[in-house]
């Protein structure tokens, strides 16, 4: 005799789904701080952005729910059609509603061994089945997601670059993908870091957006332009995906300080060179210094570096977060990536950077 329900049960797969754990934001000690486990900007934000965000006053009305200030600086800077860009909350919503708009029970879609957990997150919460593919030397493999493609396959989640292990696939390699793709199954280019690549056979997608019926682009002013605390995002797709998801998008999924700041941020792209500049030089200078010590780091072409550790007993990576914490730099464990034995390092001001490389080296050589 079936035992009656005493409370509400969420659906098949919600329970399944590991919560989201952010980078921690806090040291061991009360000193100085170096925050360098979410992958932010050490620039700061735009001035022109600073200066938009404060001039919205008006808190009591709602905000343009179509963001169209802020859809059009995107399309003005990237020569697009604005009407072919949505915005929203971060990436992250961009992602969750792609899922809400494309999957259902008995729908797969698939994703890197390696890739971004929200993923993840947004394929179970639509009633889906998540499908791992595995990756070659921490690099999505184009053959290893292809052969897991079956007629359930309803979208295909490729970070590029990817976090948190930093590679890239070059651009014939995502072509390859798309082009043996069913047209029925949607891939989405999440570009989080598209900006800071500076690879001759590197595009972040737009142009393979604006030559299909199946893919969309997916962006975040998070990481380079410096606005995390005011979740701003976008994606760039054809009319008809537009359209799916904006009948699902809440109708003011924005508010107005992320919309004007947005605009304003998207628009200075004389701080965007400068936030390239900075990655360009210290992002080598981080990864030949942690190798030098001893340390093998991932080849990166973001804004960040994944460190692997010795096996031995006290210099794993757990230790090395203990003993980073208790000297202020935070940097972000990431088992639940799969890599038990790795730290991410967001690359910071040189003061950060340099700081980082002496803590560990002094880590290193303790008894």
């Known amino acids: 005799m079936d035992q009656p329900v005493l409370r509400p049960v969420p659906r098949p797969g919600v329970m399944q789904i590991a919560p989201y754990v952010p980078g921690k934001s806090k ?4 000193g100085k701080l170096h925050k360098l ?3 932010e900007t050490p620039l700061g934000a735009s001035p022109a952005a600073l200066e938009a965000y404060g001039s919205v006053k008006s ?3 709602y905000p343009d729910g179509a963001a169209t200030e802020l859809r059009e600086a ?6 697009l059609n604005a009407g072919n860009i949505i915005c929203g909350c971060g990436s992250d919503e961009i992602l969750s509603l792609i899922a809400y708009a494309y999957l259902g029970e008995g729908d797969e879609a698939i994703y890197s061994e390696h890739g971004f957990l929200v993923y993840n997150i947004a394929i179970l919460a639509a009633g889906a089945t998540p499908v791992v593919a595995p990756e070659t030397d921490c690099t999505a493999n184009v053959d290893a997601i292809l052969e897991r493609v079956t007629s359930k396959t309803k979208i295909v989640f490729l970070a590029n670059p990817n976090n948190p292990t930093g590679t890239y696939l070059p651009f014939d390699e995502v072509r390859r993908l798309h082009s043996a793709l069913p047209k029925s199954t949607l891939l989405v280019l999440d570009a989080a870091y598209a900006e800071y690549v500076r690879r001759n056979d590197y595009e972040a997608g737009l142009e393979l957006v604006a030559t299909s019926d199946n893919v969309i682009m997916t962006r975040t002013f998070s990481k380079i332009y410096g606005l995390a605390a005011l979740r701003v995002g976008w994606g760039y797709a054809p009319d008809h995906v537009i359209d799916a998801l904006n009948r699902i998008r809440g109708p003011f999924n924005m508010n107005s300080a992320a919309i004007a700041a947005g605009a304003a941020a998207v628009q200075d792209q004389a701080f ?3 936030a390239v500049a900075h990655n360009e030089k210290w992002l080598p200078w981080v990864t030949e210094e942690l190798t030098k010590i001893g340390l093998r780091v991932t080849p990166s072409v973001g804004n960040f570096v994944l460190i692997h550790f010795p096996e031995e007993d006290g210099k794993r990576a757990a230790d090395a977060d203990e003993y ?5 730099c935070v ?3 990431v088992r639940a990536y799969g890599f038990d034995n790795a730290l991410r390092m967001s690359i910071g001001t040189e003061e950060a950077n340099r700081d980082v490389v ?3 080296t002094e880590f290193l050589n303790t008894n």
């Open 27 to 30: 040291g061991n000690g009360h």
């Open 37 to 39: 486990s979410s992958n």
């Open 59 to 61: 808190l009591e009305l």
């Open 74 to 79: 995107i399309a003005k800077v990237n020569g």
């Open 272 to 274: 965007v060179e400068a």
């Open 324 to 328: 980073l914490l208790d000297r202020g």
């Open 331 to 333: 940097l972000r464990q």
């Open 358 to 360: 002496a803590a560990l």
